[in-house]
């Protein structure tokens, strides 16, 4: 089996982690070399830079200097753990990636789009995902969920629901101005069901 390169992408408390999971799982149980990746992150680095961004302490952050970390951080985890997966065939499943930055940095803070595509080329190395898997939430359902896990909002996530609209539009822009590489899912639907959709367009597009 070719490499493969899935994204998995979507507001916070949409359900990436636990879907990435449960791909990977059902990948692994098929014999298939697997990486589960998170961005930012998954290399020391990275995971340095993913501790700035997200410490509520910080709170003069410019919004420039989060897309250049973001995109320092991205492009790490590409030189140093995905273009040698994909090199030597493993399938590698990220949650997040550069359509995070085009959504939180470009639509969410303002950020001219144009930068943000050419900050996004940079850290990216180049690479494009095979296929991304877009989560949709509404964005009082998604502050439901963080409630109830019970888990302190970091500083991206404190930012409030009309953050977080922004940034679910600008993921469903995204995702409409390129179909073919995006899948828009119910994120209320129960996981096993969401799973199967996952599973069957993962099928039909790379094959058994």
Same mark, same amino acid.
């Given at each position: 089996?070719?490499?493969?390169?899935?994204?998995?992408?979507?507001?916070?408390?949409?359900?990436?982690?636990?879907?990435?999971?449960?791909?990977?799982?059902?990948?692994?149980?098929?014999?298939?070399?697997?990486?589960?990746?998170?961005?930012?992150?998954?290399?020391?680095?990275?995971?340095? *830079?993913?501790?700035?961004?997200?410490?509520?302490?910080?709170?003069?952050?410019?919004?420039?200097?989060?897309?250049?970390?973001?995109?320092?951080?991205?492009?790490?985890?590409?030189?140093?753990? *995905?273009?040698?997966?994909?090199?030597?065939? !493993?399938?590698?499943?990220?949650?997040?990636?550069?359509?995070?930055?085009?959504?939180?940095?470009?639509?969410?803070?303002?950020?001219?789009?144009?930068?943000?595509?050419?900050?996004?080329? *940079?850290?990216?190395?180049?690479?494009?995902?095979?296929?991304?898997?877009?989560?949709?939430?509404?964005?009082?359902?998604?502050?439901? !969920?963080?409630?109830?896990?019970?888990?302190? =909002?970091? !500083? *991206?996530?404190?930012?409030?629901? =009309?953050?977080?609209?922004?940034?679910?539009?600008?993921?469903?822009?995204?995702?409409?101005?390129?179909?073919? !590489?995006?899948?828009?899912?119910?994120?209320?639907?129960?996981?096993?069901?969401?799973?199967?959709?996952?599973?069957?367009?993962?099928?039909?597009?790379?094959?058994?």
């Amino acid at each position: 089996m070719t490499s493969i390169f899935v994204t998995f992408e979507g507001i916070d408390y949409s359900g990436k982690s636990l879907q990435s999971k449960l791909l990977c799982d059902r990948l692994q149980s098929e014999q298939r070399a697997v990486m589960l990746l998170r961005d930012p992150g998954a290399t020391r680095i990275s995971e340095k *830079i993913r501790s700035l961004l997200l410490d509520k302490a910080l709170d003069e952050m410019s919004a420039v200097t989060e897309l250049l970390l973001y995109e320092a951080a991205r492009s790490q985890m590409v030189a140093q753990l *995905i273009r040698p997966a994909l090199e030597s065939g !493993r399938t590698v499943v990220c949650v997040r990636f550069y359509d995070s930055t085009t959504a939180y940095q470009g639509f969410a803070r303002g950020l001219d789009l144009g930068l943000v595509q050419s900050a996004n080329c *940079i850290g990216s190395c180049g690479l494009v995902p095979g296929h991304t898997f877009l989560l949709d939430l509404e964005p009082a359902v998604a502050l439901a !969920r963080n409630k109830i896990s019970g888990r302190e =909002a970091d !500083r *991206i996530e404190q930012e409030g629901l =009309a953050f977080q609209s922004r940034v679910r539009e600008g993921y469903l822009q995204t995702a409409a101005m390129e179909p073919d !590489r995006f899948t828009v899912l119910d994120a209320q639907a129960k996981p096993e069901v969401l799973h199967q959709a996952i599973w069957s367009v993962f099928i039909k597009k790379f094959g058994e």
